[in-house]
Structures are given as C-alpha cells and as structure tokens.
C-alpha cells in the first residue's frame, strides 16, 4: 500500500479501530462491591468482571465489526478500482461496518447495568471510527494527506527529490525569458489557472512553448480543440484522485497519487487529458488544488 495515498481521515480510523480493539480485553461489566466483614471470602472468591471475548456476539457484532469495516476503508484506498459486496463499493461496506458497531455499542450499553471499561470505552472509539469511516471523503480537513514528505535542502512539493531526471521539474535545463514551462510565462508556485503580473509575462509567449516542448517526453502533443497558450507541464495532486478514460467510460483506469508527478498534455474546459509514468493517458476532471512544477 501506498501510505501517501491516506488522509488524516484514514489516520484517525486506524487510531479508533486500534482502541476498540483494545477495550475488547477490559472488563465488560464492573464486579459488585465487596463488604468489608467479607474481605477474605472476596479475596478466595472469583470477582473478576469477563471481557468481551467471553461473549461471541458482543465481540462480533460490536469490536470486530468495528475493526473489520475500518480494515475495509483503508484497503479501499489501495486498489486501482472499486470492487463491490453486496452491491456497495467496497470502501462503503466498510463504512457499513463501523456504523453497525457503533449502533450495536450503544444499544449494549444502555441495556448494560454495570457498564465496565471496556463497554464505555468501546462506544467511544466505535462513535469515532464511524464518524470518521463517514466523514472522511466530505469534511476537507479529514481529506488532507496524512503524509506530506519534503526533500532535505529544499522545498520542492510531494516527495521530489532534489536532482530528478530529465524532463522533471527541476531538471538541468537551460531557462527562458519568463519561461519554465509555463503558459504566458507563469511562475512557479502560482496557483493553476491565476494570471501572472505583467512584467512576468514578457516575453513569456515566446520562451514558454519551447520550454515545454523540452520538458514534455516524444508523443505528448497537444491535440486540436486545445487552447492556443496551452503548452504541456508537469503537475501533482494533493490527494489520491481518479483518472478516467477519454472515451467517457464511468469507471477509472488509473488513480493519481500523492508525491508523483504526472504530465498534462491537453486541456478541456476545467480538466485535463494527463499522461502517467506508463504512458496511459486519461481525463483529470478534479483539477482543484494542483501543484504545477
């Protein structure tokens, strides 16, 4: 598994799930007082409260459940395509899972006289491993990376390292007047799509394109219908994000990760046609947040 391709949302269902499996060892329930005058028949006597794995059904549908279905979530992130059980995706099965612990936590505890440990803590970590399991791909913070490496001695993004290869951002190559590659000569670090200042664009036009066309492997020519200023570069994503296939087909043929740079070679509306590593091509239709190097 790619561990770039997790967010702090999957982060936080593998810490829950970690601490439900836990409280299934602590006491279910707490043992009744002992009377003082009885200290020493107490003492003789087997006063330990069970945990949960005394009781089938409660470790099952409760921690189990809950740890299975946040196994699912984060296993859903690793393949290519979504698979599907009981017509869910596989990732929503999951989320089924951990919603069903939590509901089956809850209903246990309140029909639970002497709740122990092990049953209270158990609830807390099964209301945050489904909160999470449901809110991660919604809430922006929770779809943040979990893991963000920057190379020593510089401040390159996602993972690059500092001496990349040829036809990288980065790469030994002879610069332009307001050039790198960049459409009217767009400088680095500037958000996809915003406008330079005038005086970054001078002369950009002309220095842009063949830039471009250095960094830009044989084969990756714009095809009609693309913009004028259009010229190829180099981009990555923020966040794990699918890659469709240019005949319109609903499912993804690849997924775009974290920390690997991928090339743009055309553009459509908002999306882009990008180009992997493997030489797939596909349609980019979430292009919010790109880094372009």
């Known amino acids: 598994m790619n561990i770039r391709s997790l967010t702090r949302g999957d982060g936080v269902v593998i810490g829950a799930a970690v601490l439900l499996f836990i409280a299934s060892f602590l006491s279910f329930t707490s043992g ?16 330990s409260s069970p945990n949960a794995w005394s009781s089938l059904g409660i470790v099952m549908s409760i921690y189990m459940a809950g740890v299975i279905g946040a196994a699912i979530v984060v296993l859903s992130r690793a393949l290519p395509q979504q698979r599907k059980v009981v017509g869910l995706d596989l990732g929503q099965f999951g989320v089924a899972l951990t919603v069903f612990g939590a509901w089956s936590a809850f209903w246990t505890i309140v029909s639970t006289t002497n709740a122990g440990a092990g049953i209270i803590l158990g609830l807390i970590a099964a209301l945050i491993l489904a909160g999470a399991a449901v809110a991660g791909p919604l809430v ?10 920057k190379p020593a001695g510089g401040p390159s993004p996602y993972g690059v390292n500092p001496n990349p290869g040829y036809g990288f951002p980065g790469a030994q190559q002879q610069p332009q007047p307001g050039g790198y590659g960049y459409p009217g000569g767009q400088q680095p670090g500037q958000p996809y799509g915003q ?4 005086d970054a664009t001078a002369g950009g036009a002309q220095g842009a394109a063949p830039q471009a066309a250095q960094a830009a492997p044989a084969g990756a020519t714009p095809a009609a219908g693309t913009p004028a200023d259009f010229a190829p570069f180099w981009f990555a994503v923020p966040v794990a994000r699918p890659l469709y296939g240019e005949d319109g087909a609903a499912a993804p043929i690849a997924e775009l990760a974290p920390g690997t740079w991928y090339l743009a070679v055309e553009q459509r509306g908002q999306a882009l046609i990008a180009q992997t590593q493997d030489g797939r091509r596909g349609v980019l239709q979430d292009t919010t947040g790109i880094q372009r190097g």
């Open 32 to 47: 009744p007082d002992c009377p003082a005058q009885y200290a020493k028949l107490c003492q003789e006597s087997d006063y």
């Open 140 to 149: 922006p913070a929770l779809k943040a990376p979990l893991v963000a490496d």
């Open 195 to 198: 406008q330079p200042p005038a």
